[in-house]
């Protein structure tokens, strides 16, 4: 039978069914998609494929869904670190995104993103932030599947300048990017502090109406739920519930200050949780109580959050991160193993962002959203079981090769739908108008 | 001027004087040692080098210290993972080495163990195992600088019968290597749960006598300070004080169990702590205070502890944990800023080691300890303060030069001292060894 691809690898972890691992099987590509996957001897004998890769020192998962990014924030990677969340934001962050944010900024911010994500074995990210339509229009230049989020705060921005303006615009561009195979578009209401209950409204109603999630940043930090406790005499998540927000198609990031009540409400409402341990962390914002929440049924999922906060778009860093951070926190070693973290950083995520049909694990049907890693490094020998490798020792930079819908992204390294010279001379000029702003 | 070497970099941050970046300035090398640091332009007309590199894409900085290894254990990496320690060590650590310790074991792991090292920027290594001798010639063969502990624990191994053996082969083993430049032989016993008082005070006497630190794991788990507490009466430090060993020259690894007192105590006794954020959470061990540590005015440095505990021997990483999650726990995100994990993991590795006059940072007259690190990789775009890049964004793999006491070990990323395809050869053999022990 003639196909469009046959990847060899001496390993295989489809993550569905978990706890597998194929040693010496390939997969079998056509028209984007996974068609088969079975051991390589009957492979070469069952297919004719146009392209054909033996990659028998590598690891094929599926490729990692970031499910939390702004991505564009790229560009202040760095810019100001070490300092408590408010002064961070109000001194440095918004200060320049003030300053700066323009569909340039985003555009050159997202492109570096992706080739960032792309490297590191990530083909699908949830993005928010303002300028979604350049985000949206750089992944599909790239060829990365993405989750648009559909931005509203209350406040203005040069973006828009009130939640009806922000709506209008956000269904304007689910109705431009509905057809496009790579691309969904959730609502992404900013957070409980800053959307006020009537555009929340809106969103649920549309939402429902058009079958699209719901994307906040929710319980971050103590401090914002006490504020709004004050402000409001309730918790953001009580409040989110009697909008009727809490339902399946709710993505919940950060959820850092859980009751052991709101964890129960949670799972019965089905929604997701993304789960940002670095930046979390980094902020300072608190912990997740992650192996609470799965043990109560919740679907976890990993995002990094965004580069300014993090300081990487990382999405191994993140999955160690979730194991080894879940176990501290639970007291318990045995907490948040490997297989999960990888499930996490994969069909977990798949599944938030209510694409799991389409991609999140190697089944035969899904999209081929593929990542290689290269395991015969020194730093990975030896090797006993490698998903304990992905999570615990494999590093970024063993991704050699990434395929996003049966099309080949990263290889051996080389993005293939970039220039990567002409990016590095834009950041170049980002670097200097942003540190000039930053003296004094 | 006729010299050694110079090496014109980027930018060189000598850790010693804190918080400075040297931009375009040339390390000049002499005899294994720094003899100046000074602007390119004038380097280049000041001395005539034998070798010269140009790193324009760089920052050198002081070669890591990892400041607590059981470098064999790299054969056991990812063997056994998520598991509570006692299940770990009792049904899989122990057992495993029980039937294979031997000196063929450590001289194979102990290679590993360099070469992963090496290639990630660590040029010293503070170690604990049996068979020192093996992990001392190792390290000696291959040129990296290592505190080699000279072990002890209470119950016989296959390395020594009673303690008096253990102190009397520590001994021998100290007279041997004591001329060697690039070495050290603290004191090590295990554990207070594991070494008696009596072997305890004529460690403590000895130690006086040789002017050798001594380097033990203190206060890992609240299961082990508990279990202490009901079977003597006190808790481990009270002992560890009363037996005279809490002074400037004990090396504390962990300290995950503190009260405050007890702070105020060590850090008055003038000891020094080695945090092991990843070995810590892996475990669920607990957290070290470590912002209330430095706080209070006590050296605190960074290992990785053993690659079957973290599952990598990469600085780097502890680096950036040591710095998220000193600010999760401290609950304060200006909490162990990144200038601090860079001390941490370098000059304070130094002081805790009694070698600070020696290496820790690049200061003239001290040994040519230096690492480049790569920094025109996408991912480490854009760069608004080096030092913030080498914590929060750098990746081990861009670790791209490694000098010992001026020797260059790795070159553009290959190892000068290794023949990497034998050692390779022998990991396999390993593997294959320790899977068919796990099977079943």
Redesign the interface.
């Given at each position: 039978m003639q196909i469009d691809s046959l990847i060899h690898a001496r390993w295989i972890i489809p993550v569905e069914p978990t706890f597998v691992t194929y040693e010496y099987h390939s997969l079998a590509i056509d028209d984007g998609k996974i068609i088969d996957i079975l051991p390589t001897e009957i492979a070469e004998q069952k297919y004719q494929a146009k392209n054909q890769d033996s990659l028998l020192q590598h690891i094929l998962i599926p490729g990692l869904i970031n499910s939390h990014t702004h991505a564009a924030m790229t560009?202040m990677?760095?810019?100001a670190?070490?300092?408590?969340?408010m002064q961070?934001l109000q001194e440095h962050i918004w200060p320049l995104e003030q300053k700066w944010m323009s569909a340039a900024y985003v555009k050159d911010g997202t492109d570096?993103a992706i080739?960032?994500m792309l490297?590191?074995g990530t083909t699908c990210f949830n993005d928010m932030y303002f300028f979604p339509e350049i985000t949206a229009q750089q992944a599909i230049q790239y060829g990365i599947r993405a989750s648009i989020g559909l931005i509203l705060v209350d406040f203005p921005s040069v973006w828009a300048e009130d939640p009806d303006t922000y709506i209008a615009k956000g269904l304007a561009l689910h109705e431009q990017l509905r057809h496009q195979a790579l691309i969904t578009t959730p609502f992404a209401p900013h957070a409980p502090y800053t959307v006020s209950d009537l555009p929340l409204q809106r969103i649920h109603a549309l939402a429902n109406e058009l079958e699209l999630p719901v994307h906040m940043h929710v319980h971050e930090t103590r401090h914002e739920v006490e504020q709004q406790l004050q402000q409001t005499g309730q918790r953001p998540l009580q409040r989110l519930q009697k909008l009727g927000l809490l339902n399946p198609s709710f993505i919940a990031v950060h959820m850092t200050q859980l009751k052991d009540p709101e964890i129960k409400q949670f799972a019965e409402a089905g929604a997701h949780i993304v789960h940002c341990p670095?930046s979390?962390?980094?902020?300072?914002s608190?912990?997740c109580p992650v192996a609470k929440c799965l043990a109560a049924g919740i679907n976890v999922a990993l995002g990094t959050d965004g580069a300014a906060s993090?300081?990487?778009l990382?999405m191994f860093g993140e999955m160690r991160?979730a194991?080894?951070?879940g176990?501290?926190i639970?007291?318990?070693?045995?907490?948040v193993?490997?297989m999960t973290a990888l499930t996490m950083a994969t069909l977990n995520g798949a599944k938030a962002l209510g694409i799991d049909d389409i991609t999140g694990s190697l089944k035969v049907g899904k999209a081929a959203d593929v990542v290689a890693v290269q395991m015969?490094y020194?730093?990975s020998?030896?090797?006993?079981?490698p998903i304990?490798?992905l999570v615990?020792?494999v590093?970024?930079?063993q991704v050699s090769d990434v395929w996003v819908a049966g099309k080949q992204l990263l290889k051996q390294r080389h993005l293939t739908t970039f220039n990567?010279d002409a990016?590095?001379t834009k950041?170049?000029l980002?670097?200097q108008r942003?540190?000039n702003q930053?003296v004094g």
């Amino acid at each position: 039978m003639q196909i469009d691809s046959l990847i060899h690898a001496r390993w295989i972890i489809p993550v569905e069914p978990t706890f597998v691992t194929y040693e010496y099987h390939s997969l079998a590509i056509d028209d984007g998609k996974i068609i088969d996957i079975l051991p390589t001897e009957i492979a070469e004998q069952k297919y004719q494929a146009k392209n054909q890769d033996s990659l028998l020192q590598h690891i094929l998962i599926p490729g990692l869904i970031n499910s939390h990014t702004h991505a564009a924030m790229t560009l202040m990677r760095g810019i100001a670190d070490d300092l408590p969340l408010m002064q961070w934001l109000q001194e440095h962050i918004w200060p320049l995104e003030q300053k700066w944010m323009s569909a340039a900024y985003v555009k050159d911010g997202t492109d570096l993103a992706i080739a960032e994500m792309l490297r590191g074995g990530t083909t699908c990210f949830n993005d928010m932030y303002f300028f979604p339509e350049i985000t949206a229009q750089q992944a599909i230049q790239y060829g990365i599947r993405a989750s648009i989020g559909l931005i509203l705060v209350d406040f203005p921005s040069v973006w828009a300048e009130d939640p009806d303006t922000y709506i209008a615009k956000g269904l304007a561009l689910h109705e431009q990017l509905r057809h496009q195979a790579l691309i969904t578009t959730p609502f992404a209401p900013h957070a409980p502090y800053t959307v006020s209950d009537l555009p929340l409204q809106r969103i649920h109603a549309l939402a429902n109406e058009l079958e699209l999630p719901v994307h906040m940043h929710v319980h971050e930090t103590r401090h914002e739920v006490e504020q709004q406790l004050q402000q409001t005499g309730q918790r953001p998540l009580q409040r989110l519930q009697k909008l009727g927000l809490l339902n399946p198609s709710f993505i919940a990031v950060h959820m850092t200050q859980l009751k052991d009540p709101e964890i129960k409400q949670f799972a019965e409402a089905g929604a997701h949780i993304v789960h940002c341990p670095e930046s979390n962390l980094k902020l300072a914002s608190g912990f997740c109580p992650v192996a609470k929440c799965l043990a109560a049924g919740i679907n976890v999922a990993l995002g990094t959050d965004g580069a300014a906060s993090n300081n990487d778009l990382d999405m191994f860093g993140e999955m160690r991160m979730a194991a080894l951070l879940g176990k501290g926190i639970a007291e318990d070693a045995s907490a948040v193993p490997a297989m999960t973290a990888l499930t996490m950083a994969t069909l977990n995520g798949a599944k938030a962002l209510g694409i799991d049909d389409i991609t999140g694990s190697l089944k035969v049907g899904k999209a081929a959203d593929v990542v290689a890693v290269q395991m015969d490094y020194l730093e990975s020998q030896p090797i006993f079981d490698p998903i304990s490798h992905l999570v615990y020792a494999v590093n970024r930079h063993q991704v050699s090769d990434v395929w996003v819908a049966g099309k080949q992204l990263l290889k051996q390294r080389h993005l293939t739908t970039f220039n990567v010279d002409a990016l590095k001379t834009k950041l170049t000029l980002w670097q200097q108008r942003l540190s000039n702003q930053t003296v004094g």
